[in-house]
């Protein structure tokens, strides 16, 4: 009995080090079959319901109703709490009325600036409210009630707003997904999952989030923050192969070839579970940057012959969600010291040396010295100014930025650097990916920027897939990675091996009147549900 309630125990303590922002605590049944608006008033929660135009005050320890009021309105929707009295905004009315929690009577009366109000908040000063028809989020003028700031929605609709006392949080029904947002500028910080498939009223009681959803007519607390730094999700199992094809034509020799394959290796979202190699003399050698890869020597290579080389990978990757609090970014005075020489070098793609450049990133960082917002600035910026479209080659920074095209290659080389010009560290990945369906095969493949922010790390921030007209898919590009992706390639720049090429590359010496063509792609294979 004994050694089970130590497991039991150690159980509980693994779970709860396991904590992650919009992670279940707990969960009961709302009062109401058609709930909408939620509030914290420093002791209850307030849940509005519109079937039965009532306000419920909810008593958290004992999950009970402990008081009950009409609604000023018959389509109640957002609520929120000022410290002192209730508010409530009405659908039907377009109005959003201060009441007085004791007994319902109605004390103010603001003209909503929405025709659709559904989520509704207080920050200590004045109140924010969700238009979901328009996916708007507005701060009002207390005075009459029109709007001070506005702000796009995260995603497709706001259904519930709250305030944490720094952030404000949105929650989507359409997406099924809750975010954390600057109310400074309105950016999009964090991104988690909804609890459940429709999820509207949001509050805060100074420690946890909590959401009530329309579906399952359920009240749950949720993790507002932990000390997990990620969160992993979606595991996918699968066999690639990638195969470096060289063709020889014409007359001659090829008298030497090597062949360079990239070796993936484990990191927090990737699991490799083996790795075969076709020859398999390869060689295993790593380059300036620690990367490891497999060199593949030929020689005297007759013309009209084929020269195969693979890489077979097995491996588990996960989607993985970073949990960033800006707030909590060291300064660029924290960065190790190795770590921002390494990574604010020069480079024949950066030409950090260029006038242009330099002057470029000191207008766009203006005077930003927190790193987490100097990089959103420069992601902004690449993203907004360059448009995805293949030239051929890849250009320098200079060049890309000038000429408002590139590739991924190019936005990436953009990107690093304005970041290695304003003094943050920045780096590149390369990666194999899912094209469509699972079983798929893949010769474009990708590469994005990392950049060292100080407490959390290396993270990915893709300024190409970013290039999106909705913020949260803006966001979903900065510290989030799909499954779709076997990383291979960490680098700060040219390689003695891969030069600026990823994934992949060759050398060779041949015949003058030899023609050579090389072929190189990959293929997935899934393997879920193998044991």
């Known amino acids: 009995m004994k050694h089970l309630k130590v497991l039991i125990l150690l159980l509980i303590g693994i779970a709860f080090l396991q904590a992650f922002p919009g992670k279940i605590v707990k969960q009961f049944a709302s009062p109401g079959s058609f709930p909408t608006g939620l509030t914290f008033d420093g002791k ?54 201060q009441i007085d929690p004791a007994d319902g009577a109605v004390l103010n009366v603001l003209d909503s600036p929405s025709d659709d109000p559904q989520g509704l908040t207080w920050d200590g000063k004045t109140l924010w409210i969700g238009d979901a028809r328009k996916n708007r989020i507005l701060s ?61 009223g949001l509050a805060f009681d100074g420690k946890y989030l909590w959401n009530v959803d329309y579906q399952t007519d359920s009240l749950y607390q949720l993790v507002r923050k932990d ?57 295993k050698i790593y380059d300036q940057w620690r990367q490891p890869m497999a060199l593949f020597n030929y020689q005297n290579i007759a013309a009209n012959a084929d020269v195969v080389s693979q890489m077979v990978i097995e491996a588990e990757i996960s989607a993985i969600d970073y949990f960033i609090f800006p707030d909590e970014v060291g300064n660029l005075e924290d960065i190790p010291k190795k770590i921002r020489e390494q990574y604010t070098k020069n480079g024949s793609k950066y030409k950090l040396d260029d006038p242009y ?15 987490y917002w100097m990089a959103r600035k420069i992601f902004d910026y690449v993203r907004n100014r360059l448009e995805y479209k293949l030239e051929g080659g890849w250009n320098a920074a200079p060049v890309v930025l000038q000429r408002g095209t590139g590739s991924c290659s190019e936005y990436t080389f953009s990107f690093i650097a304005l970041a290695r010009a304003a003094g943050l560290p920045a780096r590149y990945v390369g990666a194999i990916v899912v094209r469509g369906d699972d079983a798929s095969l893949d010769d474009v493949f990708h590469r994005w920027p990392e950049i060292y922010l100080p407490n959390y790390g290396w993270i990915p921030i893709d300024p190409q897939g970013g290039d999106k007209p909705v913020p949260r898919d803006r966001a979903m590009n900065i510290g989030h990675l799909s499954n779709r992706f076997l990383i291979t390639t960490h680098s700060g720049g040219d390689s003695e091996y891969l030069g600026w090429y990823y994934n992949y590359n060759q050398r060779y010496q041949c015949d003058p009147k030899l023609q050579i063509n090389i072929e190189t792609f990959a293929e997935w294979q899934p393997l879920d549900g193998k044991k």
Do not use: C
Not at 172 to 197: C, F, H, K, S, W
Not at 238 to 254: D, F, M, N, P
């Open 44 to 97: 209850y929660l307030w849940l509005a319901d519109y079937k039965s135009d009532s306000l419920y005050q909810i008593d958290l320890k004992t999950q009970k109703v402990i008081h009950r009021i009409p609604s000023p309105g018959f389509w109640p929707m957002g609520l929120a709490w000022d410290g002192k009295y209730l508010w409530n905004a009405d659908k039907q009315q377009k109005k959003i009325f």
């Open 140 to 200: 009002l003028d207390m005075s009459d009630g029109t709007a001070v700031k506005r702000y796009n929605g995260p995603a497709r609709r706001v259904n519930g707003l709250t305030f944490d006392g720094r952030y404000l949080w949105a929650s989507d029904r359409l997406r099924n997904e809750i975010y954390m947002i600057d109310p400074q500028n309105g950016e999009i910080i964090l991104i988690v999952d909804a609890p459940a498939a429709y999820p509207r």
């Open 227 to 283: 000390n997990e730094r990620y969160r992993l999700k979606d595991k996918r199992h699968a066999r690639i192969t990638l195969t470096h094809e060289v063709k020889v034509y014409g007359s001659g020799q090829l008298k030497n070839l090597d062949v360079y394959l990239v070796i993936p290796e484990n990191l927090p979202q990737q699991k490799i579970l083996s790795a075969e190699f076709t020859p398999s003399s390869a060689k």
């Open 357 to 371: 450049i330099q002057n470029l990133a000191k207008k766009i960082i203006g005077d930003e010295t927190r790193p």
